[in-house]
């Protein structure tokens, strides 16, 4: 059994289940993006699997072996994370923050090898950041320091990537540009992702599979037309929007005004028929 | 780190020259050289002379070295593992326990316990300081928690603790001298058996805090961050606030209590070297003790023939530091 495998995990916080019951599976290489609206439990459940968040039932198992077995040294070997919010500490170098993804392949003792430095100075080249190298962390625009992040998850060497909310302080531009870097090194790499995404839009045209969660259950799974459809956002997202497909755009989801007085109701409607 | 090796020379040499006795330099110079292995150098001081150099001020410039080192990398290890900029032996509670435990110490030797000693009793103390300090400051949710919070809990720990060891203190008479002599500082009668006897618990809190600098650099990203790199927040806070305790519990055994050390040099480091505890922890170690080296030649001329307790002036310079910290501090969390 290779990639990820959840099967029925539930995780409580304080008294209330904010993961219940959970069962998926991301194929290795595949890119899973996990939808839902706010408080549906796609950020707990990507701690959940991290091991950032303790896991009441159920079991997490990747490439067969049972997470909860691992230390976070194997752990971390397997999967990298890049969170919505990474802490940035003061002062401190883009190039040092890098290399921080090697704490997992270096023992107590021992000081980075030149194989450390060669993995980090490749990740800052594959996401351009070797102009801002020498940089601080906390002189970084949202989108350099996104970037950042994503290269010190490609320092850790890991088969599994989990992303948070990759483009959630990102503009539409940055945002499109992260996905596309997500999207190219995986295929390079072979990596597998699994991520919470905000924007549907972006979800249906980079991920292979949707899954979306509601009240801390996943309650749709497939390709995205299958899951992003005019009646699931309404029922779950309390929605009203117009869901577009066309062969060469993917999925475009516009949000309506429920005041129609406005005139300015979209007029793509006719996109429909392209 | 050449530098401040130079320097950590320089104010321990100067330490050796200053003092009521006048001695020369070159004749401390060769009466030092003597001792290397395989020299023969003729020194002109007097058999007095050379008692005062070896006997007084030699272990007393050391042992401001080793607990001004101890106290430095002791609070940068602090400020590392609590990500809090304000963290310092002193404020964390740390010092008033091991001042507790080392006065418990003198107490049950005055009561038919001869042989207890100082220093394992302040080590306890000193973990119930930063326990209670620590504890407290999470009892306050997490929003509402800040980098003053902990220094704030560390600051009743610290009164509460000081009370208890006053109250022993006073309705103990007869011990009442040694534990207040001890309180103020004893560095002025330090010898050569005090060194030996704290010297290994702050060696161990050395070597466990070199070993762990990386470790703290990655603890700056956060628990969550850090476990998922690779390294477990819980353990490294448990190692690392040991080992700074223990020798913190050494130096205030040795030396009694001694404030804002492990703020004004680690910070100034910062400074000077920048955010990198690989470069913190050692760079603390050697000017933490060239700090309280100058610091107690500062506290035994300025007053001179009388002294001031090296506490005092410590506390003259670490005020404003620590006020200065405390408005920059946003910028470091």
């Not at chain 1, 040294?73 to 397997?78: G, K, N």
């Not at chain 1, 704490?103 to 594959?126: K, Y």
């Not at chain 2, 020299?39 to 150099?53: C, Q």
């Not at chain 2, 009388?306 to 670490?318: K, S």
Request: with cysteine; hydrophobic share 50%; aromatic share 6%.
């Amino acid at each position: 059994m290779n990639g990820l495998q959840l099967t029925n995990v539930s995780v409580v916080l304080g008294e209330a289940r904010v993961v219940d019951g959970v069962s998926l599976r991301v194929e290795e290489g595949e890119w899973l993006g996990l939808i839902g609206p706010n408080g549906a439990g796609k950020t707990t459940l990507l701690r959940a699997i991290a091991g950032a968040a303790d896991i009441e039932t159920g079991e997490v198992y990747y490439s067969a072996r049972d997470l909860s077995q691992l230390g976070v040294r194997q752990r971390a070997r397997l999967m990298a994370v890049v969170p919505q919010h990474p802490v940035v500490p003061w002062g401190m170098a883009v190039a040092d923050y890098v290399l921080l993804g090697r704490t997992a392949h270096m023992g107590w003792l021992s000081r980075e090898t030149s194989n450390d430095l060669d993995v980090a100075r490749e990740a800052v080249r594959d996401l351009g950041l070797e102009k801002l190298s020498g940089r601080r962390l906390d002189e970084l625009s949202g989108g350099e320091l996104q970037r950042a992040v994503l290269a010190r998850a490609l320092t850790q060497a890991a088969p599994l990537l989990i992303l948070d909310e990759p483009t959630s302080s990102l503009d539409v531009g940055h945002g499109q540009q992260m996905m596309e870097m997500v999207d190219r090194l995986r295929r390079e790499q072979g990596l597998t992702v699994i991520s919470a995404i905000h924007d549907l839009t972006l979800a249906a045209q980079f991920c292979d599979r949707l899954v979306m969660m509601a009240g801390g259950k996943a309650i749709l799974e497939g390709p995205p037309r299958a899951v992003i459809t005019e009646r699931s956002l309404r029922d779950h997202y309390g929605a009203s929007v117009r869901v577009l497909t066309g062969p060469d755009f993917g999925v475009v989801v516009i949000p309506l005004r429920s005041d129609n007085g406005s005139g300015d109701r979209p007029a793509s409607l006719d996109v429909e028929t392209l | 780190m050449v530098l401040a090796v130079a320097l950590g020379i320089a104010v321990l040499g100067v330490a050796l020259l200053v003092g009521p006795a006048g001695l020369g330099m070159g004749d401390v110079v060769a009466a030092l050289a003597d001792r290397l292995p395989f020299l023969e150098v003729e020194s002109s001081l007097t058999e007095r002379e050379l008692t005062i150099l070896w006997e007084i001020r030699l272990p007393r410039a050391v042992m401001g070295a080793l607990v001004g080192a101890t106290l430095a990398s002791a609070g940068a290890a602090y400020q590392g593992v609590f990500r809090n900029p304000l963290a310092d032996p002193y404020l964390l509670g740390v010092a008033a326990g091991a001042g507790l435990g080392a006065t418990v110490a003198i107490l049950l030797r005055a009561k038919g316990f001869p042989s207890m000693p100082l220093a394992p009793l302040a080590f306890v103390g000193a973990v119930l300081g930063v326990a209670l300090s620590y504890g407290l400051s999470r009892t306050r949710g997490r929003e509402k928690r800040s980098a003053t919070t902990l220094v704030l809990a560390g600051v009743a720990v610290a009164s509460f603790l000081t009370a208890v060891q006053t109250f022993l203190q006073l309705t103990n008479v007869t011990t009442l001298r040694e534990v207040y002599s001890w309180i103020l500082g004893r560095l002025v009668t330090v010898g050569w058996g005090d060194l030996y006897a704290v010297l290994p618990y702050m060696a161990v809190s050395w070597v466990v805090l070199l070993v762990f600098r990386r470790a703290l650099d990655v603890m700056a990203v956060g628990d969550d961050e850090a476990a998922t790199l690779g390294l477990s927040p819980r353990a490294v806070r448990l190692i690392v606030v040991g080992a700074a305790t223990l020798g913190a519990a050494a130096a205030v055994s040795a030396s009694g209590l001694i404030a804002f050390v492990g703020i004004i040099v680690p910070h100034t480091v910062r400074l000077l070297a920048g955010w990198s505890y690989r470069v913190i922890i050692p760079l603390s170690l050697l000017l933490g003790g060239a700090f309280l080296t100058a610091a107690d030649l500062v506290a035994r001329t300025v007053v001179s023939p009388a002294e001031l307790p090296i506490g005092v002036v410590t506390a003259f310079l670490g005020g404003p530091f620590f006020l200065m910290v405390l408005r920059t501090s946003g910028d470091l969390e």
